[in-house]
C-alpha cells in the first residue's frame, strides 16, 4: 500500500493522473524540467520538483533523479504515464528494486512486448496470428533488404523498440528502401535509444483496432475494443469505440486473443493489444493480425471510460496496491459511443510542421471531456510531443457521438499557434468517416479536402471586420452632415479584401467589400445581418480569428502603412519550422543538386530534411548540430549554378 505518488510525466497525461489520485486521496507529487516550471501539472500536484538536464526532453528520461525524487519525498509508488519512461523495463526494474510500486506490469512483460520481434514470436507461440514478416538478429542493410524483396513490396520499416508512429515508414519499391531505412533507424535511435528494426507485408486496405486489457498478474480481462483507423503518418488523429462494423463474431475472437496475449506472459495493470485488419471486405475474424502489444496506458484510453464507466487510471492504483480487480468479464458492458480527437500544434498548411508559441486566448467546449495540459499564457515550446488536448464525446450511438464532437470542435478555441482544429472538424463531415467506413489511409487519400480552407462567407468577412472596427453604439463615432468611413485591408489565405466601415446611425453599420455594401443592426445586444447573429471573432494584435465551423485567421494591414522590406533573398535556404539541427549532411564550398539533403530539423519528437531547392553551390551554413532555430531563420547560404 502507499498513500503518495510521484508522477513521472508531464502535459495532460500528468494533469489526468494527478486528478484521480486526489480523487482517490493520494498525494502526488510532480516532477519538470526548466521549461515546464509554469506548466499546468506542476500546479496540480502537492509537491513539485524541478530535473535539470542537458535538454528538457532529458528531464523526463533521468531514471536515477526521478527515483531520487520519490525516495525523498517519501512516495511510495511511480506513474510513469504514456511515452517517456513509460515502457522502459530497466526504468521499471530499477522503481521495484528501489522498493518502490512501478505502475504498470512488471519489467519482465514490458521487455517482451518492448521489443516488437520477440512479441511477436511469443504471440506466434501462444497460438495468436502475426503479420509476415522479418524478425532476425540480422540488421545488415543488405540483409533487410533481401527481406523485403522476399516478404513482396509494399512493406513496413518499424522500429523493434517503438511505438506511436516513430520509426515507422512505408516503403513501396526496393529504390527507396536504403534510404528510408537510414531514416527509421536515425528516428528510432533518437525516440528510443535502439535502431533495430524489423520487416512487415503492408496490408493495403489496412484498419487499426485495438483492444483494453486489464490483469492481475493472473488473469486478464478485456475492456472492448477501439477503432484507431483514421491515422496520419501512423500517428493517431481520431478514435472511436466500438469499431464500426465489429461483428460479435469478430468481437469474440479479437478480444479473446487480446486476452490470451495478456495471460500468457502473467499481465497486470492496464495494457492495449494492438491488431492489423484487412478490411477490404469488412469485418472477419480470420483476417485481423497481432501488432503490437502496448505496456501502459494509452492516449486514447478515455474513450474506454466512456463506454464502460471504468476509471482506469483508479484500476491501475488498486492492482498496484494489489487489490483484486474490481469487476469479472460478466460484469462489463458497452454503452453507447465515444470519440476522441487530438488537437496538435502543428501547421496542416505547411506540411504539418510542428508549431510553437503563446497561447493567447484558449476556450474549450463544456459539453464534452477534455483532457488537456494548457491554459491561457502557456508556451508551447518545440522539445516535446505537439499534443496540446484531447476532445472526448460520447453520444447514445455512433451518429450522436460524431455529431456531438462536431459541435464541440466549433466550439473549440485555440489562439497562438496552429492546430489541426480544421481538420478535425471537417473530418466530422467527411461522408465515409460518417458511414464508419474508415481505414487508415483515409486522411492522407482527402487530405487536400481536409485541409482546404472552405470558402469564406460575407458574414466570416463581416465578422472580421467588424471586431477589427469595433463600433460601439454608446457614442457618436457617426455623424449627421458627413459621411465618417474607416478602411483596413484584410489578408485570408492568397485573397486580399479591401473593407470600409461607415456608421450612419448610433446602432447601423455598413461594411463594404469586393462592391457590396452590407447593412447590419445593433438590437438585443448584438450585432446582427439579415437579422442573424454573426459568427463569434476575436482580435489579437494584427490577426482576428473568426470562429465559424472552422477557424479562419485574418491578418490586418493599414491601407496606409508602407509595407516592411524583406531582407531575405532567393539565394538563402530558410528554416521551414522551430527545431534543432540535428544533421549537416553538407559543408561549405560543396555543390549539391536538387532535392539533396541539406540538413535536418527535429522538433516535438518529429525530424524534417531541409533539401536543395535547385542545383547550387553552399556558400555558408550558418548553424552547428546542437544549435536551435526559429521558423523564417536563415539555415544557410547558396548561389545557383
Not at 485567421?553 to 528554416?575: A, C, G, M, R
Request: negative net charge; glycine residues 8%; hydrophobic residues 40%.
Amino acid at each position: 500500500m502507499f498513500n503518495k505518488v510521484l508522477i513521472a510525466n508531464r502535459g495532460e497525461i500528468a494533469c489526468r493522473i494527478a486528478e484521480t489520485a486526489k480523487k482517490i486521496g493520494l498525494r502526488t507529487v510532480a516532477v519538470f524540467s526548466e521549461v515546464d516550471t509554469e506548466s499546468k501539472h506542476v500546479s496540480l500536484c502537492d509537491e513539485a520538483f524541478v530535473i535539470e538536464s542537458s535538454t528538457p526532453l532529458e528531464s523526463y528520461l533521468s531514471q536515477d533523479k526521478i527515483i531520487d525524487i520519490a525516495k525523498k519525498t517519501n512516495a511510495g509508488a511511480i506513474h510513469p504515464g504514456y511515452g517517456f519512461l513509460s515502457e522502459n523495463s530497466e526504468f521499471a526494474q530499477k522503481v521495484e528494486e528501489a522498493g518502490l510500486v512501478f505502475i504498470g506490469p512488471d519489467f519482465q512483460a514490458i521487455e517482451i512486448m518492448g521489443q516488437k520481434d520477440a512479441a511477436k514470436k511469443a504471440m506466434s507461440q501462444a497460438g495468436i496470428s502475426t503479420i509476415p514478416g522479418y524478425h532476425g538478429d540480422n540488421q545488415t542493410d543488405n540483409k533487410l533488404m533481401e527481406e523485403a524483396a522476399s516478404i513482396g513490396y509494399p512493406v513496413l520499416i518499424k522500429a523493434v523498440a517503438g511505438g506511436g508512429g516513430k520509426g515507422m515508414r512505408l516503403v513501396k519499391n526496393q529504390r527507396d528502401f536504403l534510404t528510408l531505412l537510414s531514416s527509421a533507424r536515425t528516428e528510432a535511435e533518437k525516440a528510443f535509444g535502439n535502431n533495430r528494426v524489423l520487416i512487415e507485408k503492408y496490408i493495403s486496405s489496412p484498419r487499426h483496432i485495438e483492444v483494453q486489457i486489464f490483469g492481475d498478474g493472473q488473469s486478464a480481462i478485456h475492456l472492448f475494443e477501439r477503432d484507431c483507423s483514421l491515422q496520419r503518418r501512423h500517428q493517431k488523429v481520431l478514435e472511436e469505440c466500438p469499431a464500426p462494423g465489429m461483428t460479435a463474431k469478430m468481437r469474440k475472437a479479437m478480444c479473446r486473443a487480446a486476452v490470451t496475449a495478456a495471460e500468457t506472459i502473467g499481465y497486470k495493470g492496464a495494457g492495449t493489444v494492438e491488431f492489423i485488419v484487412d478490411g477490404s471486405d469488412g469485418l472477419k475474424e480470420d483476417r485481423f493480425w497481432f501488432m503490437e502489444m502496448n505496456t501502459r496506458l494509452q492516449v486514447e484510453h478515455p474513450i474506454t471510460e466512456e463506454i464502460t464507466g471504468i476509471d482506469l487510471v483508479a484500476w491501475q492504483f488498486d492492482v498496484a496496491m494489489g487489490r483484486p480487480l474490481e469487476k469479472k468479464q460478466k460484469d462489463i458492458s458497452m454503452q453507447g459511443h465515444s470519440f476522441e480527437a487530438r488537437i496538435y500544434a502543428e501547421d496542416p498548411n505547411n506540411q504539418f510542421l510542428p508549431d510553437t508559441g503563446k497561447i493567447i486566448h484558449l476556450n474549450f467546449p463544456l459539453n464534452v471531456r477534455v483532457d488537456t495540459g494548457i491554459r491561457t499564457g502557456d508556451i508551447v515550446s518545440p522539445f516535446f510531443d505537439p499534443m496540446l488536448a484531447k476532445i472526448v464525446s460520447h453520444g447514445k450511438d455512433r451518429s450522436s457521438a460524431l455529431s456531438n464532437l462536431k459541435k464541440a470542435l466549433k466550439e473549440t478555441e485555440i489562439v497562438g499557434v496552429k492546430t489541426n482544429l480544421n481538420l478535425l472538424y471537417n473530418l466530422t463531415q467527411n461522408s465515409d468517416v460518417k458511414m464508419g467506413m474508415v481505414q487508415t489511409g483515409l486522411i492522407e487519400e482527402n487530405i487536400e479536402k481536409l485541409t482546404s480552407q472552405n470558402s469564406i462567407s460575407n458574414k466570416a468577412i463581416i465578422a472580421a471586420a467588424l471586431s477589427y472596427f469595433a463600433p460601439r453604439v454608446d457614442h457618436f463615432s457617426y455623424s449627421h452632415w458627413i459621411k465618417i468611413s474607416h478602411k483596413i485591408k484584410l489578408f485570408v489565405g492568397d485573397k486580399i479584401i479591401e473593407i470600409e466601415l461607415s456608421q450612419p446611425d448610433v446602432n447601423k453599420v455598413q461594411i463594404s467589400f469586393d462592391g457590396e455594401a452590407f447593412n447590419l443592426v445593433f438590437s438585443k445586444n448584438h450585432w446582427s445581418f439579415e437579422g442573424n447573429p454573426l459568427p463569434k471573432s476575436k482580435k489579437f494584435d494584427d490577426e482576428i480569428i473568426v470562429f465559424n465551423g472552422g477557424q479562419i485567421l485574418f491578418k490586418v494591414q493599414n491601407p496606409y502603412e508602407v509595407p516592411k522590406e524583406t531582407k531575405f533573398e532567393t539565394s538563402d535556404i530558410l528554416s521551414p519550422m522551430p527545431g534543432m539541427v540535428s544533421k549537416i549532411y553538407i559543408e561549405n564550398g560543396c555543390k549539391v543538386l536538387k532535392g539533396q539533403r541539406i540538413l535536418s530539423l527535429e522538433a516535438m519528437k518529429m525530424e524534417y530534411e531541409v533539401i536543395a531547392p535547385n542545383d547550387c553551390y553552399i556558400k555558408t551554413v550558418n548553424f552547428e548540430v546542437g544549435d536551435f532555430v526559429q521558423s523564417g531563420t536563415k539555415l544557410c547560404d547558396f548561389s545557383e549554378v
